[in-house]
């Protein structure tokens, strides 16, 4: 999960001339903080932040937004992202993405079997406390024990990854799926913003998992089988029927909520 999920793109790292103006006001605001002070100025990525936007990432769990306010402006310069209070002058807070262990590609694929995925590049997602419920909305199995794990998603095939042990402690193959079946589903208008990211997990209804998949998801019956169901990492499932060319569902999970225990009356 990145901070950049949130967006409402305002501009782009290459504004227009009459968005110049405001990014030049920009600059001059930001160097005069601390944390700019010897900034090799760019052109950041600016979005706004709305209400909508700001709820959705408490629903998430992303606690780097926990002190924004509606009309806040998310900024994403190279390695680092910061939210601004552009009325105030003040910073809300900086984010420094944590960095992957420029290894961690090279001891995995060293185990046996994953030969030909060395010259892949697979979206790499760290487990932590802020994201571990998003994650368990998406991968069955993950609890506290994983934090600090990682989970790399390959076209076909989603590994659970101890780094520091060099263990692979799980893994997913994804069901076998026509090649163009992500083209013509982000070619629907609804989908499109989903053309350059990778689903976190696909699953064909079929009579044998129809069962466990009504409990997770209302109104399933059989004639559904033979749809695809597909997970993205922004907890977005959308069941889509690949022959008629026609998306069934689409909605964001939400996290499941806890339950108080019960008391026994007295």
Known sequence: MTVA??????FAQNPLSGEKDFMNSLRTN?????????FQWEYPRVTLLTSDLL?????QGLDVYNNAQTGDYLLEFTGASVIYDYQDDEIVNVIIPETIPQDLLVKLTAHGGLEDYMNQRPSVVKITQQ?????????NGLDETQIGNYIVSYEDLVILYDYTNDMILDSIMFETVPQDLLTKLTAHEEMEQYKDVKPFNMVIVKQENL???????????????????ITYPDNRLVMYNYAAD????????????????EQSPE
Do not use: C, M, R
């Open 131 to 139: 994201n571990l419920n998003n994650l368990q909305q998406q991968i």
């Open 55 to 59: 709820t959705l990432a408490n629903q």
């Open 5 to 10: 999920i949130l967006g409402y793109l305002i």
């Open 211 to 229: 069962a466990v998949l009504q409990q997770q998801i209302a109104d399933i019956d059989e004639s559904y089988i033979g749809s695809f169901i």
């Open 246 to 261: 026609a998306i069934l569902l689409n909605q964001v999970l939400q996290p499941a909520e806890t339950q108080p225990n």
């Open 30 to 38: 930001l160097q005069k903080h601390d944390e700019f002070q010897g």
